[in-house]
């Protein structure tokens, strides 16, 4: 069974930066695209950047240029690299996985990520 395990997030100022993680386990890797999502209360999980098991990336066009996604295969970790964060950047933060085949998601339990003065 996949588990996916988040971790990083927390309360930072605006224009600061942070950096998230999520160690992958359960199953190969490799067959796997990752990626991160982004959900506020009230609203729905939206996409913030995904990464395929040979690195190609999408970013949402609210965080490019100051998000960077990568993942590290021998490691199982995927990362969430936010620079230039604003308070429109805050919510709970997900990690997610998907197989390339099945196209079966799994979900970690979430970090929250809080950008205020």
């Known amino acids: 069974q996949v588990q996916l395990v988040e971790s990083g997030g927390g309360l930072v100022q605006p224009g600061g930066s942070l950096r998230l993680s999520c160690a992958f386990s359960g199953s190969i890797f490799r067959l796997y695209g990752t990626g991160w999502y982004r959900q506020v209360p009230g609203k729905q999980r939206d996409l913030v950047a995904t990464?395929?098991?040979?690195?190609?990336?999408n970013y949402a066009d609210s965080v490019k240029g100051r998000f960077t996604i990568s993942r590290d295969n021998a490691k199982k970790m995927v990362y969430l690299e936010m620079n230039s964060l604003n308070p429109e950047d805050t919510a709970v933060y997900y990690c997610?996985?998907?197989?390339?085949?099945?196209?079966?998601?799994?979900w970690g339990q979430g970090t929250q990520v809080t950008v205020s003065a």
């Open positions: 990464i395929t098991s040979n690195s190609n990336t």
């Open positions: 997610n996985a998907v197989h390339s085949l099945t196209q079966y998601n799994y």
